[in-house]
C-alpha cells in the first residue's frame, strides 16, 4: 500500500493559493484519472484506489499546512504504511516556479508542513514531490506570508499547469513501484 498525499490549507479562501500547490497536483491527478476525494477519515479527505494491483490513498490533510502531520501519521499507522511508501507532494519557495524536484528523504528544509510529518510520522525517510513557487520579490515575513496565501497569475497558472502534468506523471511512477532514484534521475 502507498500513501500520495498533497498538502494545503482547506476551505474556499486558500483554494488557488500557492501554499496549496499540493492539492492542486492531487486535484489535476485525480481529474486526469476521473477520481474524486469522497471519504473523509483522521482529519483528511481521501480516496483508496486499486491500482496497477497496488492499494493507493489519494490524500488531501483538512489540518491546515503546519498540522499536516497528524492526518499522514494517522493514516500511515492506521493502514500500516511505511515512511518509504509515501509521497507528499508540496510548495517550495526555494525553487523557481514551476520547476519540479523529488527527494527520497531529508530535512524539512524550512516547510512546516514537512516539519509537522517528520515530528507525527517519527521519520524523515519519506519520498517529496516538491513543486516551486519560487521567493516573493521583496522577502520580509509579511511578503512570505502574503506571497504563499496569494493565488497564480495567469502566466504562473500556465507554468503550474505543467508543473502539474509533470507530477501526475510522477504519482504515476511512483504507484507503479518505480524506486525514488529513478524517480529522481528522471525528474530532477
Known amino acids: 500500500m502507498k500513501i500520495i498525499a498533497g498538502l494545503g490549507n482547506p476551505g474556499r479562501k486558500y483554494d488557488g493559493t500557492k501554499h496549496n500547490t499540493g492539492f492542486m497536483a492531487v486535484d489535476h491527478y485525480l481529474r486526469?484519472?476521473?477520481?474524486?476525494?469522497e471519504r473523509e477519515k483522521f482529519e483528511g479527505k481521501y480516496t483508496k484506489q486499486k491500482i496497477n494491483g497496488e492499494d493507493i490513498i489519494l490524500l488531501e490533510p483538512?489540518?491546515?499546512?503546519?498540522?499536516?502531520g497528524r492526518s499522514v501519521a494517522q493514516f500511515a499507522r492506521f493502514f500500516k504504511v511505511e515512511p518509504q511508501d509515501i509521497l507528499i507532494i508540496h510548495d517550495d519557495m526555494d525553487m523557481p516556479l514551476g520547476k519540479?524536484?523529488?527527494?527520497?528523504?531529508?530535512k524539512s528544509g524550512g516547510h512546516n508542513g514537512i516539519?509537522?510529518?517528520?515530528?507525527?510520522?517519527?521519520?524523515?525517510?519519506f519520498n517529496r514531490l516538491k513543486i516551486g513557487i519560487r521567493h516573493p520579490d521583496n522577502v520580509t515575513e509579511a511578503s512570505v506570508i502574503s506571497w504563499v496565501l496569494s493565488p497564480f497569475n495567469a502566466e504562473q497558472k500556465d507554468l503550474m499547469d505543467a508543473a502539474f502534468e509533470t507530477s501526475s506523471e510522477v504519482i504515476a511512477d511512483f504507484i507503479a513501484g518505480k524506486s525514488s532514484q529513478f524517480l529522481m534521475n528522471k525528474y530532477n
Open 115 to 125: 516539519k509537522s510529518i517528520i515530528s507525527d510520522l517519527g521519520s524523515s525517510n
Open 32 to 37: 486526469k484519472n476521473a477520481l474524486e476525494l
Open 62 to 68: 483538512q489540518t491546515y499546512m503546519n498540522d499536516s
Open 100 to 106: 519540479i524536484r523529488i527527494r527520497a528523504n531529508g
